[in-house]
């Protein structure tokens, strides 16, 4: 069985195992782990900020950064299949008292007058943007693009996230750093259990006095942790290995769908299809209402993705 239903089915290699079984490591909470230190310094600089915070889960970074920068009653504004509002079990209401403001977006970025047009968006509050978009199929955001969305929510006093999850994704995709994005934003998030294979964690990245405010709520939310060395060793790993491979997993999502732009092949779903697909031998994820999703990551081999191909021919599921 082909599983491609998300790329956080890729597991640590053998080599990444024996990088955490080696790390150096002390207590996180007294800020004595050497390892997460380590990891924190090396993401800030690579995401064009002054400090980071290790956490569990990119889940918690979001929820974190929405919390450590908002005003309760405020507006939250995204595009509405954004992770955050979709995928979060309603955290933004739940924990930082935030109002939704979800709107359509075409592949998954707001435009500026969008985000101009929005009355109740001030001091206080937030506009989150995604990239890559998962719900729109691991699409990046246009440089310029992305750039015009951050300084209208400036101009109306909110504070802009990123949720860049999979912004190496965007990064190896575009051939542009990280930091062309992350430096931008107030904060950024990225996620180190997807593409690049660590079993768990993620950065939150921004001012010093932002991760100070955001070690509060990591304590708040339990996510203040101990010997995270062990896994903070993964991730300075995956930096060191994983990075640059993305763009295999590109190219394996291109020979399933053209139009991929990063480890993402998209179909659009009928009855029965993802039934027809597992009988063949493939497993597809849900992507949004009426689509379906191939994600490519680490260990999925050429030959996986030519067979992949091949499959979705036979039941003719095309983009
Ligand atoms: C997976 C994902 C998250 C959450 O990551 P976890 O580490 O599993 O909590 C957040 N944002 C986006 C865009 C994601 O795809």
């Known amino acids: 069985m082909i599983d491609l239903r998300s790329d956080t089915l890729s597991k640590p290699p053998a080599a990444m195992l024996a990088a955490m079984a080696a790390a150096e490591i002390g207590d996180e909470q007294y800020r004595e782990d050497p390892t997460t230190n380590d990891l924190q310094r090396r993401t800030a600089e690579l995401l064009g900020h002054e400090a980071a915070l290790f956490v569990p889960t990119a889940t918690m970074a979001n929820q974190i950064a929405l919390r450590a920068q908002t005003t309760p009653g405020a507006t939250l504004v995204a595009e509405e299949r954004t992770h955050t509002v979709v ?23 707001l435009t ?15 506009v989150v943007l995604e990239n890559t978009h998962r719900s729109s199929g691991g699409r990046i955001w246009p440089l310029d693009e992305f750039r015009a969305a951050v300084d209208a929510a400036h101009e109306k006093g909110a504070i802009l996230h990123l949720d860049g999850a999979r912004l190496f994704n965007a990064s190896v995709g575009a051939g542009l750093p990280p930091s062309a994005w992350a430096g931008l934003a107030d904060s ?14 993620a950065i939150l990245a921004g001012s010093a006095e932002m991760i100070e405010r955001a070690w509060e709520s990591k304590f708040l939310f339990g996510g203040a942790l101990r010997q995270s060395g062990v896994l903070a060793a993964a991730a300075l790993y995956a930096l060191d290995h994983h990075v640059d491979r993305l763009a295999d997993d590109h190219a394996h999502a291109r020979r399933l769908d053209p139009d991929a732009e990063t480890n993402f092949a998209t179909m659009e779903n009928r009855p029965g299809l993802k039934d027809e697909l597992r009988e063949h031998g493939l497993l597809v994820g ?20 030519e067979e992949a191909a091949s499959i979705l021919d036979e039941v003719h599921a095309h983009a």
């Open 286 to 305: 849900d992507l949004k209402p009426g689509w379906v999703r191939a994600v490519t990551y680490l260990g999925i081999t050429d030959d996986d993705a």
């Open 112 to 126: 500026p007058e969008q985000i101009e047009e929005e009355p109740e968006l001030g001091r206080g509050g937030i």
């Open 87 to 109: 995928f979060e079990m309603g955290g933004p209401a739940i924990h930082s008292g935030l109002m939704v403001r979800a709107l359509r977006g075409e592949a998954g970025r």
């Open 188 to 201: 950024v998030t990225i996620c180190f259990s997807k593409g690049l294979a660590c079993p768990t964690g």
